[in-house]
């Protein structure tokens, strides 16, 4: 399982698919290639971090959705 959001890209108003990779110290990265994303092998692990993820801010995109996907 892995990590997507769906965000609105206020710089291009599009939507855009992309998926957590890892932290960056105490920052999120993200990938747009679903391959390089962060593999969860138990659900409890992923929702740690979701719920992590749903604090961040972002200046440039409005997150529409954070899901787990096989």
Do not use: C, G
């Not at 593999?39 to 440039?60: F, G, P």
């Amino acid at each position: 399982m892995k990590i997507e959001f769906r965000l609105l890209d206020k710089t291009t108003e599009t939507f855009r698919i992309v998926y957590f990779e890892r932290w960056n110290n105490k920052e999120p990265s993200f990938t747009s290639d679903p391959q390089s994303a962060k593999q969860y092998w138990h659900d409890r692990l992923a929702e740690e971090d979701i719920n992590l993820l749903q604090k961040a801010k972002s200046e440039t995109a409005i997150t529409i959705s954070i899901k787990l996907v096989p």
